[in-house]
Nanobody, 119 residues
Framework: QVQLVESGGGLVQPGGSLRLSCQAS????????MGWYRQAPGKQRELVAL???????NYADSVKGRFTISRDNAMNMVYLQMNSLKPEDTATYYC?????????????WGQGTQVTVSS
């Protein structure tokens, strides 16, 4: 099994910045993808940013140019630097990984961290 623990959420004013971190642990043989999704109240969970082990990155159109995903492969960590935050970025942000572990290949989610953008 793989465990994901997020940190770094909080309350920030519009135009501000936050940095989310996520640590993966457990019986990990290989991480294929690692990234972030978010879910706002009353809305479906959506992709924010995803990075493959080979460095291919996908961003949601709504965050391009404002958010940056990065990974520390050696530490099994992923980060999301969020700049120029908008009220519509308010959501619970979930760390995600597609990994090969002792139990085989599977998808895992963190418990979520709240990001609130408000004045």
């Amino acid at each position: 099994q793989v465990q994901l623990v997020e940190s770094g959420g909080g309350l920030v004013q519009p135009g501000g910045s936050l940095r989310l971190s996520c640590q993966a642990s457990g019986s990990i043989f290989r991480i294929n993808f690692m990234g972030w999704y978010r879910q706002a109240p009353g809305k479906q969970r959506e992709l924010v940013a995803l990075r493959s082990s080979g460095g291919i990155i996908n961003y949601a159109d709504s965050v391009k140019g404002r958010f940056t995903i990065s990974r520390d492969n050696a530490m099994n960590m992923v980060y999301l630097q969020m700049n120029s935050l908008k009220p519509e970025d308010t959501a619970t942000y979930y760390c995600y990984t597609d990994a090969v572990s002792l139990g085989g290949s599977s998808r895992f989610w963190g418990q979520g961290t709240q990001v609130t953008v408000s004045s």
